[in-house]
């Protein structure tokens, strides 16, 4: 059965695609970590950080200038000025045109 908007989970997400893809797909992030221009405002200066954390298989990000942090899923809805349950359907849509496979993990320091 396919899930209706309110019904899609985190898990139902994750069970057809990673972190790694939704950060290529939608931003073309390529390797983690990284420091780039966010996508939520006008930024001259790199200041969000997309990170793995240490042992685990998602993405963490931070804005630096403004202090916002949070998922993959939360930094779509926020770039989309939308709920969290808009962007996890908007992402539902979108995941039978995702190709597949996991970003290239960096050394520490170095930025995309």
Known sequence: MKPGIKSISEADIY????????????????SVPCLVSSP???DTKPSLSIIRPKG?????????ATGQQGNM????????????????????KDIPKMPGGKLEDKERGKSC
Not at 15 to 30: P, Q
């Open 15 to 30: 069970s057809r695609v990673t972190d790694d893809i939704l950060a290529f797909w939608y931003f073309g992030i390529t």
């Open 40 to 42: 939520l405002r006008k």
């Open 56 to 64: 685990k298989n998602y993405l963490w990000w931070t804005d630096f």
């Open 73 to 92: 899923l939360q930094l779509l809805g926020d770039y989309w000025h939308v709920s969290i349950a808009e962007a996890k359907a908007r992402v539902w």
